[in-house]
């Protein structure tokens, strides 16, 4: 089944199923929602196995834009019938019934699911899955883990692993590095076919101990309003530079007429003034960096002391949106869509937001530095997240990468487009322009079955609603900001201690606002950094350092 970023219904052409991006876009401080910034884990010992050889399927019909291992390929249309092509020798054909535990954030399906009984004989084997809404993943996810019974497939969020998940892997679940690691994994070519940035937060303990859903590898970006920009300085944002980018500011800022040229959000106990992207200007690393040896936080860096001054001097300004310490992220959606500001700080799914009023325009800023250099864009964990395979011999591991193969199959294969779309006539109908339409039935049960939780294509661009310009506009932007893309160190290291920090890291976290709205002066950020770092981010960073040399 595949993917695609756009946020629209399962009822038309491509779905929704990028929920989630802006989230796994958090690349630096808060890269897979623990304050350390662990991605995934590696809390044992030996060398890393090398991760799964990327083999790209070319086959089937050809994008209207080519994509890459970090690039989205766009698609404008439908593929037709006799462009399809067969991903999988046979079915899966995996023996007894498969239960898995997945994540959903549609209503449930009805009782009645004909989509998953073809599912089920297209596959060649019986599923049980426990569909569970976001909502209430987290306490079921714990119920299910403790009773010592796990299911034979189980999703792990990226953006909410649980506490300590490197020894509960490696205590209920299949090590699948003989079976995925290196040439290993062209056994399944669908899963071969998944880019190699989406596999690193896979590879837990040095050992792979999952299959990742795929998503985009960037972080966090700067989304504008090229349209409204252009209209009122007589061209698209381009800085290059520090001192270009406040001269944008400037230019495009009005209080009297209730425009401002960007704003943060508050994220419940902080407030984020668009912190990485700022941050990235002034060459701040992506969560922490190597300095010879040594892991040094962004937070003690003096490149982050210039990046607070910096936006301390564009909320002086008067830049920013003046109520940004209470804005909510929807809330500054909507500010973006009117016009009110006109930079936010998003993932890339924003620019294909499919919610926006008809006419708007969004494009991110492509990252540059402060001083006129190279930009940098910090690399997010490139996925939704990973199914975890229950221990077994390998016979039963095999069938289950089997199925998890076929379920991975690509766009434009046959596989892909019944999993995306059932069956003719019972699901979908084809209209006379070729778009494929979800019936009824399609529209409340295959998104609901979540089978796409388990295995997934890589994600694609593409839009049932009029947004060409903009889908053209998201790939120009990947195609550009690739190189940039900055990995962050403690990909695939766990510290037990980076998940207990949230009081002294949301401490300094209110620090810093403090200091950007001008009710504290800068002395007061150095020393609670000074007392951050001996209240939690040593311990951190000496079990971050304890894994790197295991792992060297």
Known sequence: MNDTTSGLSRRTFLTAAG???AVLGLGSALAGCTPGGATSGAAGSGALVPLPTYVPITKGPTPDLAGSATVQPVYLSAPKEAELFTSVSGKAAVSGTVSGFVISYSPPAPASNSYLQAAEQELGCKLDLQVVPADSFAPKFATVVAGGSVPDL????AFQLPPSYPQLLKAQFADLSDHLSGDKVKAYPNLANLPTPSWEGCRINGRIYGVPVNRPPFGNMLISRPDVIKDLTGAEPAPKTKDEF???CKAVTDAKRNRYAISGQSNGDSVDWGYDFMGAMFGVPNGWELQGS????KWESDRWLETLSYIKELKDAGYYHPDTPSISGSQAKTYMANGTVLMHQDGISAIIDPSAPE????DAILPFAADGGDGIVYQGSSMFSFTAIKQADDARVKELLTLLNHLAAPYGSTEGFFLQYGRAGE??????DGRVVLTEAGSAQIGPTSLNRLAAAPQILASAVPMEERLRRSHAWQEQASPMLQKSPITGLYSETAGKTSSATNALSSTMNEYVLGRTGFDAVKSGIASWKKSTNDKVRAEYQE???KLS
């Open 19 to 21: 929920v989630g991006l």
């Open 154 to 157: 189980v999703e792990f969020l």
């Open 246 to 248: 406040t001269e944008l």
């Open 294 to 297: 040594k892991l040094v936080h």
């Open 359 to 362: 006419g708007v325009v969004y």
């Open 427 to 432: 699901h979908h109908t084809r209209e006379a």
């Open 547 to 549: 894994q790197l040399e």
